[in-house]
């Protein structure tokens, strides 16, 4: 039954109403309007722009201004230039990734190796956003599966080494086969990230056994030292010695070479003598004798010559000499 058209009491005034509906029209208008004229977006020269339309991936926007409409675009910012780090074991300060800190470094660089041992392994793995899309829609959470990816790699190539080459000399190995295991699977995730590095901390082991590792690391050191001297004291001895026998050597081929030379020297002159003697017998054997003298002679202090024509001459040598005279006091 329709109601009369007094059915409304007399004193009902409709003017507030109208009034806080215009109010809130003109509020919506405005809103609108400030966003239709704020809408612009700046997007970093490091990023790219994702555009979402109702919700959904839109496109790309490449660094500089763009335009989102309002209630209808909206554009994420994602940098695909920057060099991300997440940290484990340790957290630096004031990070500006939200997710590059860890939450439990204590539990997170305990680690336990091949041979049943403890060490305290912190590492840094370092990436890059490469797809955006992927990024934003392949995975949920990316950085925390990267976390949880990284921490199974990690403890997975831990544990099939042995304590000395994780704290000692295996260390690039370490980090080259995390490297290639997590790129593999980030790629199989799906989580449009590349990465770039995995790079060990300093690796200790633990505070109970600090002191009888650093023993055995003074120890080792100390070997390497008496290996070094031996080697040094080798290098020196034996190019010496090979130094010396190589010089003796050559002495004694020079010696034979001039003993040979000076043999076969004599044995020439001898048969040029031997020549000259069956010529001139006479002649060859006074020349001899003279030039053996004249060799012998000067080597002489008193020389006595005695003519063999003189007979009956008895000759006295001074075979001593006399003694100087003694002063008288």
């Not at 554009?75 to 991300?84: A, D, F, K, W, Y």
């Not at 340790?90 to 091949?114: C, K």
């Not at 403890?118 to 793995?125: G, K, N």
């Not at 390497?224 to 004291?233: F, S």
Request: no cysteine.
């Amino acid at each position: 039954m329709p109601l009369p058209r007094n059915s409304f009491p007399s004193s009902f005034d409709f003017k507030p109403v109208r009034f806080i509906l215009g109010l809130i029209a003109a509020f919506g208008i405005i809103i609108t309007f400030v966003r239709l004229l704020f809408g612009f977006v700046s997007i970093p020269a490091n990023s790219v722009g994702v555009r979402l339309r109702f919700g959904a991936y839109a496109g790309l926007e490449n660094p500089g201004l763009a335009y989102a409409i309002p209630y209808v675009d909206r554009i994420g910012i994602v940098p695909t230039q920057r060099l991300l780090k997440l940290e484990f074991g340790f957290s630096t300060q004031n990070a500006t990734n939200a997710y590059q800190g860890d939450p439990q470094p204590a539990d997170t660089e305990t680690m336990i190796t091949g041979d049943l041992n403890t060490a305290l392994v912190p590492w840094v793995v370092q990436y890059r956003i490469t797809d955006p899309k992927m990024y934003l829609f392949g995975a949920r959470e990316p950085e925390q599966t990267l976390r949880d990816l990284s921490e199974s790699v990690m403890r997975e190539v831990i544990g099939d080494r042995t304590v000395d080459e994780v704290l000692t000399i295996g260390r690039h190995d370490i980090e080259t086969s995390a490297l290639k295991r997590l790129a593999d699977l980030s790629s199989e995730y799906g989580l449009g990230l590349q990465i770039q590095q995995v790079q060990l901390a300093t690796v200790r082991p633990p505070p109970a056994v600090q002191a009888a590792f650093n023993e055995v690391n003074q120890a080792q050191q100390e070997k390497q030292t008496a290996i070094n001297q031996a080697w040094a004291v080798y290098n020196d001895a034996v190019p010496n010695a090979r130094g010396q026998a190589k010089e003796r050597e050559k002495q004694a081929e020079a010696y034979a070479f001039h003993r040979v030379n000076e043999a076969k020297g004599e044995a020439e002159k001898f048969s040029l003598l031997l020549t000259e003697y069956r010529k001139a017998p006479e002649i060859t054997r006074r020349r001899l004798y003279l030039e053996a003298m004249q060799a012998i002679l000067p080597g002489l202090q008193h020389k006595v010559i005695v003519d063999d024509s003189l007979k009956g001459v008895l000759q006295t040598l001074p075979l001593l000499s006399p003694e100087p005279p003694k002063e008288q006091h």
